[in-house]
């Protein structure tokens, strides 16, 4: 069973800090891999799809890299309302799993 | 615009069943897979499985496999999620989520607002 681990599990951040968060898969998923953003109490948000590609109206600070077994999210220039957990997700046509997720603390 | 709205929160007893339902309006019904991904109180994402809202054909995670079921209605553009033997462990906020054109293997661009279920004797 395929399995995806983040780190860290938390981070505390100031603003306009620089932050990447790490997903990787216990095998490999080419590109097949996707990063939420969800803040307390709402839905999660799609951030990146396929691993680095960018999807409208997320500001492009957010960014993501990676394929095979190691992927990155990227967040440049940090700003308070990026206050939230980040999760990365592998779909295929089977299966899908999700990182146990990311929490992101601004100071 | 693409919205998916889901039914209100249920309480349920321990070994029943609980029925959620997520209304998709701003897109063609049929042109998109839904799937259903829980989320138990201060923890992770948990993929349940997902429908074909086209042919029915469904794809459940393992872990709950025969427990679950899920379904669609074309003449009201609405899916559902049944789970059944319900635990307490089954407490969690029910989200109903929308792929792209990747089919069952899409990530989900648009999700519903959830729904609590709260299992306790």
């Known amino acids: 069973e395929l399995v995806l681990t983040q780190s860290p599990d938390f981070q505390s951040v100031t603003p306009k800090e620089k932050v990447t968060i790490t997903c990787r898969a216990s095998?490999?998923?080419?590109?097949?891999l996707h990063w939420y953003q969800q803040k307390p109490d709402q839905s999660p948000k799609l951030l990146i799809k396929?691993?680095?590609q960018s999807i409208s109206g997320v500001p492009s600070r957010f960014s993501g890299s990676g394929s095979g077994t190691d992927f990155t999210l990227t967040i440049n220039s940090l700003e308070a309302e990026d206050a939230a957990t980040y999760y990365c997700h592998h779909s295929s046509v089977l299966f899908h799993t999700f990182g146990q997720g990311t929490r992101l603390e601004i100071k | 615009q693409v919205q998916l709205v889901q039914s209100g929160g249920e309480v349920k007893k321990p070994g029943a069943s609980v029925k959620v339902s997520c209304k998709a309006s701003?897109?063609?019904?049929?042109?998109?897979?839904l799937s259903w991904v829980r989320q138990a109180p201060g923890q992770g994402l948990q993929w349940m499985g997902w429908?074909?809202?086209?042919?029915?054909?469904?794809n459940y995670a393992q872990k709950f496999q025969g427990r679950v079921t899920m379904t669609t209605d074309t003449s009201t553009s609405t899916a559902y999620m049944e789970l059944r033997s319900l635990r307490s462990d089954d407490t969690a906020v029910y989200y109903c989520a929308r792929g792209g054109a990747g089919g069952s293997s899409s990530c989900y661009f648009f999700w519903g607002q959830g729904t609590l279920v709260t299992v306790s004797s």
């Open positions: 429908i074909s809202a086209y042919t029915g054909n469904t």
């Open positions: 095998q490999s998923i080419d590109s097949h």
């Open positions: 701003g897109y063609p019904f049929t042109s998109y897979g």
């Open positions: 396929y691993a680095s």
